[in-house]
């Protein structure tokens, strides 16, 4: 009996030395185990499994262990990736798992994420979460990722199903649908009844950003289908309102009938609605902001933006936590995952504050 429980204690520490990496050999049954199994051999006696001790009940004891995941994006802080920090946070703390959440020195700096990402993947994190805008350049750490079995989850931006298991966000032909289906709808306003043309501008991340390059394509094609005729433009802000300020500034030299602004970006947001609040351009343009800060929404009931479209960063980043959850215990998600989108206008700004607070995002 004695020299069981030293082989029991012996095979205790073989398994936290070795820990429980990917591609682990599986660990020989205890003495006692095999035992038991004889004796039940020779006596025909079936022994009723403890709880826990079933291969089912093994794998979910597994899948429950605490787990170390990166989620590397493109922006620490802010209206999106500040409630997106906020729900990986607090998907952890649910699940009792750890993890970091990090981001490049200079927002968007796409090698600064790929640099993260080979960091994420030497260190063996045990799931990654990321932001790719420029999926070419991802390509090859996304290959080590996958070889060495690390599940990667983008949030509103994807790649291939070869890169990545999956991806949650906005889907971008929806969004790009519902931002000229809004600015549509808004024509037919009392408002804008003076308006018999459509030159807008679209002011979005940075023009290599795929996803809103998509989202673009599909505002155009929508709103072509009523306004033929209309003159779209597409510009960048990198995450910076004074450079959105600038831009539209710009953009209303060059196109003096400009008469609709659509933002894409919920950090330029902001600029482009101080701006238009500041030049007393409310009634002369119609303006779609994005995503739900505080400060956005306050622009929203000042009249500065006409309405702003939220997407659900808390959501996408909370969810990724539960789909690597999902991989690792073998239930895989499906590829792509449309969190959806949220149009706020003046009358849904309090009821949408509410849900901003619940969520401890105020």
Request: charged content about 25%.
């Amino acid at each position: 009996m004695k020299l069981k429980k030293v082989m029991g204690l012996l095979l205790t520490a073989a398994l936290i030395l070795t820990g429980c990496g990917n591609g682990a050999e599986e660990p020989q049954a205890p003495a006692e185990e095999a035992e038991t199994q004889e004796s039940t051999e020779e006596t025909g006696e079936v022994q009723e499994e403890a709880p826990g001790e079933s291969a089912e009940g093994a794998e979910a004891e597994a899948s429950a262990e605490s787990q170390d995941i990166m989620f590397v994006s493109i922006v620490t802080g802010g209206v999106a990736w500040g409630s997106a920090q906020k729900g990986f946070e607090d998907a952890l703390a649910e699940l009792g798992w750890m993890g970091q959440y990090v981001s490049p020195t200079t927002p968007n700096d796409t090698a600064g994420v790929i640099n993260l990402l080979d960091t994420a993947v030497t260190n063996k994190a045990d799931g990654i979460i990321t932001v790719i805008l420029d999926s070419d350049q991802a390509t090859d750490v996304l290959t080590k990722a996958k070889e060495a079995e690390i599940p990667v989850v983008t949030c509103n931006t994807y790649t291939t199903e070869e890169l990545q298991d999956c991806w949650i966000g906005t889907d971008p032909v929806n969004m790009g649908v519902t931002q000229a289906e809004t600015v549509l709808a808004h024509l037919k306003e009392e408002k804008y009844a003076s308006f018999d043309h459509v030159t807008a501008c679209y002011i979005q991340t940075t023009l290599e950003t795929e996803t809103q390059n998509l989202q673009y394509k599909a505002f155009c094609e929508t709103i072509q289908k009523e306004y033929p005729d209309a003159t779209l433009i597409q510009e960048e802000c990198n995450s910076d309102a004074a450079v959105a300020s600038d831009k539209l500034a710009a953009l209303i030299k060059s196109y003096p009938d400009l008469n609709v602004v659509v933002s894409q970006d919920g950090y330029g947001c902001p600029g482009i609605a101080n701006y238009v609040e500041s030049e007393g351009l409310s009634d002369k343009l119609i303006v779609v902001g994005i995503d739900d800060s505080e400060e956005i929404l306050n622009y929203v009931t000042s009249g500065a933006l006409d309405c702003t479209i939220a997407q659900d960063f808390y959501k996408m980043a909370y969810e990724s936590v539960h789909y690597i959850k999902d991989i690792k215990e073998g239930n895989a998600p499906a590829f792509a995952n449309d969190s959806g989108t949220i149009v706020i206008k003046k009358d849904d700004v309090e009821d949408h504050l509410k849900i901003l607070e619940e969520r401890g995002l105020l």
